[in-house]
């Protein structure tokens, strides 16, 4: 008796101290709560619309559950609660009960998830986004190459490029044109904007704006090879002006990047010291020539000796100076 009753208060204890387990993600680098903070119009917009569904469904599961304890308890044989009538065959009212709230959530949804939702959250042209732009307003364009494990942010409007980081200013839209030089991954800034694949020899395209100053992670949202976990980048919003004076100090650094500078970025390198690289000057079109370049066969090999021994690539990343 006495074992199974300290049998039941362990479980309560477990069950207890389960919650704590929850403030142990804030340890992580990637925290899985981001996306429960949205500070990007359109990540706002994803999230109402996930409430929106998330909300209804419980409504029907929760009406569901409280009819089948009720059932249950209504009519348990014996208790003298309810009449039993073997004739019974139809109810009109349940018909309609049963059927017609599932007809109006779908419908519901359909319309106010499916479709409002489908359009305003849409990457290639977000509505959230794009009804709010001034006809003559200035967004930022800005060409994303992922390569085997970094990520280019080409600047074609100021003719320049960071690598492993991205800059925005707030209270601006910013339309991303993004493709990889190796395998598909994602590109996800979780409290900015939705995810999107990221793939070789095509272009695929996201956008994003915020009104809230800060940094924000983003990562490869997809396994893509051996330094995938290094595969990261601070995301900065900053005001206009503070952009502004970014965009100028960017643009005093000595790199240029032309295609055979690119061709000797894009080898595979594993970034675990969060190497962050500035071009000055960009070679016009480079986007456009890399995913030719990718249609056209050309390709980075990846060593065999990154896989095997990947403690002495890293080693030997660092002799060469491009740790």
């Known amino acids: 008796m006495f074992t199974r009753k300290w049998q039941q208060l362990r479980w309560v204890r477990y ?12 340890c992580a680098t990637h925290s899985i709560w981001w996306i429960f903070d949205p500070r990007g119009v359109g990540a706002k917009a994803s ?22 304890v009720w059932f249950m308890w209504r009519y348990h044989k014996g208790k003298n609660r309810g009449t039993y009538d073997g004739k019974w065959a139809h109810s009109t009212t349940i018909e309609v009960f049963v059927w017609g709230i599932p007809i109006v959530a779908v419908g519901f949804l359909s319309w106010a998830v499916a479709i409002n939702g489908s359009f305003a959250v849409n990457p290639y042209n977000p509505t959230v986004i794009t ?24 600047y074609p409007q100021y003719h320049m490029a960071v690598a492993n980081e991205l ?8 339309f991303f ?3 990889s030089t190796t395998v598909t991954t994602d590109f996800f800034v979780p409290q900015l904007l939705g995810m999107i694949d990221v793939m070789p020899g095509m272009r695929t395209k996201d956008a994003l704006e ?55 970025f894009a080898e595979p390198y594993i970034n675990i010291n969060n190497k962050i690289e500035y071009f000055s000057r960009v070679q016009k079109g480079l986007f456009n020539q890399v995913i030719l370049e990718v249609m056209h066969g050309r390709k980075w090999p990846l060593p065999m000796f990154m896989t095997e021994n990947m403690v002495g690539y890293l ?9």
């Open 47 to 68: 999230f109402d619309y996930m409430m929106i569904d998330v909300v209804v469904m419980l409504g029907i599961v929760g009406l569901t559950g409280i009819m089948i």
């Open 15 to 26: 069950v207890a101290l389960a919650p704590l387990l929850l403030l142990l993600n804030g």
């Open 210 to 264: 915020s009104d809230s100053i800060g940094q924000y992670q983003g990562v490869a949202a997809d396994y893509c090879g051996a330094g995938t976990s290094w595969m990261l980048f601070k995301t900065h919003v900053l005001s206009k002006g503070d952009f502004a004076s970014w965009v100028h100090h960017a643009q005093q650094s000595t790199g240029n990047l032309s295609i055979a500078g690119f061709n000797r």
């Open 131 to 154: 009804r709010h732009m001034k006809p003559h307003g200035n967004p930022i364009e800005v060409d994303v190459i992922a390569t085997d494990w970094q990520w280019l942010f080409i």
């Open 177 to 179: 044109k993004l493709t």
């Open 315 to 323: 080693k030997k990343q660092a002799a060469e100076h491009r740790a």
């Open 167 to 174: 800059v925005v200013p707030a209270h601006t839209p910013v």
